[in-house]
């Protein structure tokens, strides 16, 4: 079987667990690896994962001289979030011809808040022969392709609330902050006035996802975040959290038809929700005929997730038509265990 050979772009928590699981998989090759921090330029890759041997690949800062059409047949983003912030570096993999998945949670659906940017970069990879896909757990799953695929044994849809409650306390710095945890009320709420505090980030892209999938008319998005105020001390590596203080950020997106609730999206998030009795899980609701009510408990992990969702799509990807995709373009991924994983049409 000839091997996928991958690239990639990105070695923090996300990226370099992704470069674990593609080094178990027989059909994938890394063949080189990027990231910009300091301790990592010129190190073998297998030293920067602390695997005890080396790999043969170098950390490069730069992608120069390394994504060659033919040589590489994608690149694996995992360095930031917003379309804008990471557009230059998608638009490098493309124009050298190589197939690219990324994780940043509004590359899911890049259409919902940059349109321009989307056609812009749906042009250049029909251009340039490559497909492009945004993904990861959430968005890119659980709250959508899920929900997506779900439906597809309704006979008709009336409505959709899914929710994905989760624990944070494995996360780092960041995050905490991004999700206000560890401020008080006042400075949960500045948070979120200021923009620092923003809770999840891919309501937007999840329902417009479902939506175009099903054929729903939404005319409005509204997202609300609200703080979840702990009765109990908790505490991670990275926060403490008394009684009082912000213990996670509950942000609920629901998009609207003629004023009518149709795709409701709940995600609270907080660090150590068994403190006070509160059970993770993931939960799928659809009405209409049948009603179709999922649950999953305790929440398919983010990390684990993200990394697995990302690299399973790598055929899907690799095989596609030229162009930007979503998840719900593509055939429905597998979790790759053999050879056949890989030849699937
Ligand atoms: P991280 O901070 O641990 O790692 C990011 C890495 O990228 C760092 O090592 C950094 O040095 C490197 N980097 C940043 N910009 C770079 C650039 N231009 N060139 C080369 N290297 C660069 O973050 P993470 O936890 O690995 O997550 C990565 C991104 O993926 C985050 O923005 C996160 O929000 C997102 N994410 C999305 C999902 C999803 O479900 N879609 C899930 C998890 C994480």
């Not at 505490?235 to 609920?252: D, L």
Request: aromatic share 4%; glycine share 12%.
């Amino acid at each position: 079987m000839k091997k996928i050979k991958v690239v990639q772009w990105g070695l923090g928590a996300m990226g370099s667990g992704m470069a674990k699981l593609m080094l178990e998989k027989e059909g994938l090759e890394i063949v080189g690896a990027i990231d910009t921090r300091p301790d990592y330029i010129g190190k073998d890759l297998g030293e920067v994962l602390k695997l005890g041997r080396n790999l043969g690949v170098k950390v490069q800062n730069t992608p120069a001289g390394l994504l060659q059409k033919g040589k590489v047949d994608i690149c694996m983003q995992a360095i930031n979030s917003f379309t804008k912030d990471c557009f230059g570096d998608m638009k490098i993999v493309v124009e050298s011809g190589v197939n690219l998945i990324t994780i940043a949670e509004e590359m899911a659906m890049p259409e919902a808040q940059q349109p321009e940017l989307a056609r812009q970069l749906d042009e250049l990879a029909q251009k340039n022969g490559v497909s492009v896909l945004g993904t990861g757990i959430n968005p890119g799953f659980i709250l959508d392709a899920q929900v997506v695929m779900l439906s597809a044994a309704c006979l008709n849809v009336t409505r959709i609330e899914a929710a994905r409650i989760n624990d944070l306390s494995p996360f780092g710095p960041t995050v905490m902050k991004t999700q206000g945890v560890g401020a008080t009320p006042e400075e949960f709420e500045r948070g979120i006035k200021s923009g620092e505090i923003v809770g999840h980030i891919g309501f937007p892209e999840s329902i417009r996802m479902i939506a175009q999938a099903l054929g729903l008319k939404i005319d409005r998005i509204e997202e609300t975040r609200k703080p979840i105020i702990s009765n109990v001390y908790r505490e991670t590596p990275h926060v403490k959290v008394q009684p009082g203080m912000v213990a996670g950020c509950e942000h609920v997106g629901v998009g609207y038809c003629n004023g009518k609730e149709v795709i409701k999206l709940v995600h609270p998030q907080q660090i150590h929700p068994h403190l006070e009795g509160v059970k993770t899980g993931d939960y799928i609701n659809i009405f209409g005929d049948p009603e179709v009510h999922m649950s999953n408990q305790p929440e398919i992990p983010g990390g684990k997730g993200t990394m697995a969702v990302a690299v399973n799509s790598i055929p899907n990807v690799v095989r596609a038509t030229p162009g930007l995709k979503s998840m719900v373009d593509l055939p429905i991924p597998g979790c790759l265990m053999g050879n056949s994983a890989y030849d699937r049409r």
